[in-house]
DNA sequence: ACTGTAGTTGACCGATCAGTCCAATACCGC
DNA sequence: GCGGTATTGGACTGATCGGTCAACTACAGT
């Protein structure tokens, strides 16, 4: 009963999602994302509840868009072939015109030190559920030889981890895509490394 | 003539420096800042002007403190020594009780995505400066034989910057002192690395 | 001690923040 | 058509935002 919402909540959680990803939590205010959604406060407020809330099922929709990426990298041939599909997936979003590809929700959200525990520990699961599919895809690159780095899979998805990060920095400092590309290069060049190579230095080995 | 003023204009720029980096610069309102310094509001604008002149000075201060290091890496006995300090100042800090030191203002500000231009372009250029800093110190231990990795000495500085970002944002997600040494030595490792090692696209199986 | 100057304090400003309330509207089942 | 229900837009709230103003205070030079 009733009248039919003249949106589609998924398109909007979308927009959203862009939206939070390039200015962050605290840096995007409602009134933004009322004009670049189109919709009144209220019909915002009644799908989904405060801007925590909002910012919650924004992560989520981001997360889901990143399935197909997921689903590509498992039907990847091998382990290599999955992480070059997934940092060529990061790149190329870098290369778009659309300045909001340039971010990610989740790593703007962690650097930007947001208070409120709820979404903070969000964030850390979604990290944390990233680093899992890095590590999984590492093992099976080392166990179906393409990768030869004999290193912890768990220590290298940690590093993996940083170079998803720290690349999305390196697009808001202006670098080209080819600069991002080359670094993608050497990361994944370090996981070919079959020297001994072990951390020069710390622990011998995250907990495993 | 007249009053002195009763603070350290250095002393409060440094904490102020640390919260910007902690929250970044839209999200460290001048009341927190007040609150932080415990100076009042007239007291603040005399000394430093508005919120984005504190902003840009408490990112000059943020790069002054950095020097010590530079210096110590100058007068490191190899590139690879000066790199391994870089890494221990940087990791070390995410060992502080005080987390404003997890931070970077500067990689924190450019991941924010602020609409200002000219606190974009201040952020980048030290962003640059860093990456100066490394390649020149990537380029001397390729010389001095302490770093075997032939690839270009601006591409490594390239990833070298990825790695410091990187490192910040999982930091952020809690990973722990010794997790993030695991990264930096692996990232080592990778200066280290002799074999192939072609920039961009690496071969699906490498012609070892 | 007087005077000029600089620093400090707190009241105050309009704008914007996230969020609420309510009346008007449009639709579904009947 | 009619009644009920969900959506919508706009007015409105108190809190906070960055920033300004003027009165007050403390000190240096004379």
């Given at each position: 009963m009733g009248r039919e919402k003249q949106f589609s909540e998924a398109a909007v959680l979308e927009d959203v999602a862009?939206?939070?990803?390039?200015?962050?939590?605290?840096?995007?205010?409602?009134?933004?994302l009322l004009a670049a959604t189109g919709l009144g406060k209220q019909s915002l407020y009644n799908s989904f509840g405060d801007k925590r809330a909002l910012y919650l099922k924004s992560v989520e929709c981001s997360a889901a868009r990143f399935q197909p990426l997921e689903a590509e990298m498992q039907g990847a041939p091998s382990g290599r072939a999955a992480l070059v599909a997934y940092f060529d997936h990061l790149v190329g979003k870098c290369d778009s015109d659309a300045l909001a590809d340039k971010?990610?929700?989740v790593a703007a959200g962690l650097l930007e030190g947001v208070d409120d525990p709820l979404i903070v520990e969000t964030l850390r699961a979604k990290w944390a559920g990233l680093r899992e599919l890095l590590r999984d895809t590492v093992?099976?690159?080392?166990?179906?030889?393409?990768?030869r780095n004999p290193a912890p899979a768990a220590a290298l998805a940690d590093l993996l981890l940083v170079v998803t990060a720290?690349?999305?920095?390196?697009a808001r400092a202006d670098f080209g895509t080819a600069r991002l590309q080359s670094s993608?290069?050497?990361?994944?060049s370090m996981l070919d490394n079959d020297s001994l190579l072990e951390a020069t230095r710390g622990p011998p080995e995250g907990p495993h």
């Open positions: 862009d939206l939070f990803a390039l200015h962050g939590y605290q840096g995007t205010s409602l009134a933004t971010s990610c929700i093992e099976r690159g080392q166990k179906d030889g393409s990768l720290g690349l999305r920095v390196n993608v290069g050497l990361a994944l």
